[in-house]
């Protein structure tokens, strides 16, 4: 050996490409590639992370006390089991670094979450990949994947990046199924978007179950993506063993009152929810006017939808048609959707330019 070598399974990692936001020759145009919120960031969210300049020379809080207990009255939670880092893909990271290693598996379905296979070879445990049922989460097919080495099983829900959602039922009959020592962790980054007041009962399970761990975010719905803002929730044992391997200062002190601040300002919450219902719904009968053309949009419950181009026009021609037209979205052939688009809900006129832009798309390709 002539230098450090890194470890088989780091360097089996494909590293996470985010959502760009440029063009290729440079230009700054719509970005509907990362599932940011259209409408911004609470006022009073935004107010209070301008307010806190007058500390930056403190550490922050490494318990996170007042974000703790703010979620835990918010969602009648115990506030010591609430873990929380620096968003929600370091609390998924803690998952596998807590629960798995060399020799283990950790099952995560066919398109999921990027992060999902990083974590678990990061640790270099194996990933073991389900198939899907038309892009949604199929718990026969999880269920087939359990073997004596299931450590972690990682379930979006909604999924990311299909947007399929999985209900009550069948998230009981997955955690059912499995054995008490696989942990279930439910990742519901985009589980505000979901229509109504319809849930899967994770946060129940995690309240009562002892191998069920629930995930959330304030990047999505409360626009606080920069500052990077998770969390989870657990019985205790699990995170007290997360607690051994976390961050200690993985939130700033602007971030977290930024995301106290933003819990308490339930209008923009219900009006950034009540955009992504209309325009979500409106973008996807938009879609559906183009099947002819062989456009689909996969059924969704997040601030997104997945667009399949099954017909003349590919999903790599579109991509690079609407970067042309001013429009950045999200092609994925990296996680075997070649033939996919993500395209994030944006505002009114961004979420109708680009429909048009696809519809002018389809007639070009004939």
């Known amino acids: ?49 301008a307010g806190a300049a007058d500390t930056l020379e403190r550490y922050p809080d490494a318990g996170a006390t007042e974000l703790r207990e703010v979620l835990a009255a918010r969602h ?22 807590a629960y798995a290693g060399p020799g283990d598996e950790i099952i995560h379905v066919r398109y999921g979450f990027a992060v999902y296979e990083i974590a678990t070879r990061r640790v270099g445990a194996e990933p073991v ?5 038309d892009y949604a989460t199929d718990v026969d097919a999880v269920l087939a994947c359990v073997t004596d080495r299931t450590r972690v099983i990682y379930i979006a829900n909604p999924n990311n990046p299909t947007g399929t959602y999985a209900a009550r039922d069948e998230i009981a009959r997955l955690h059912a199924g499995l054995r008490p ?15 109504g007041d319809a849930e899967d009962g994770g946060m129940a399970l995690a309240e009562t179950a002892s191998n069920v761990l629930v995930t959330r975010t304030f990047s999505k719905m409360y626009g606080l993506a920069a500052e990077r803002i998770g969390w ?7 995170i007290d063993a997360m607690h051994r391997i976390r961050l200690p200062f993985s939130i700033t002190i602007a971030g977290t009152a930024a995301a106290v601040a933003a819990l308490g300002d339930t209008d923009f919450v219900a009006h950034t ?13 938009e879609i559906g006017k183009l099947g002819n053309a062989g456009l689909r949009a996969v059924p969704s419950q997040a601030n997104f939808v997945l667009v399949l181009f099954e017909g003349k026009l590919t999903a790599e021609v579109a991509y690079k048609g609407l970067m042309d037209a001013g429009y950045i979205v999200r092609w994925l052939p990296g996680q075997g959707l070649p033939h996919g688009l993500r395209i994030t809900i944006g505002t009114a006129d961004e979420t109708q330019g680009v429909a048009a832009a696809l519809r002018k798309l389809v007639d070009d390709a004939g």
């Open 76 to 97: 009648g939670l115990d506030p010591a089991r609430i873990i929380y880092g620096n968003g929600s893909d370091e609390v998924l990271h803690l998952i596998a670094g």
């Open 232 to 238: 989870g929730y657990a019985a205790q044992p699990i």
């Open 273 to 285: 929810k009540a955009h992504n219902a209309k325009w979500r719904r409106w973008f996807s009968d």
């Open 1 to 49: 050996m002539t230098a450090p070598q890194p470890k088989p399974w780091i360097m089996a990692i494909a590293p996470y490409i985010p959502g760009r936001s440029t063009t290729d020759d440079g230009r700054k145009v719509v970005k509907l590639s990362s599932n940011e919120n259209p409408l911004g960031t609470s006022p009073a969210a935004r107010a209070t992370f």
């Open 129 to 133: 990949i389900a198939p899907d049922k």
């Open 181 to 195: 020592d696989i942990l279930l962790v439910l990742d519901h980054a985009y589980a505000e978007y979901i229509d």
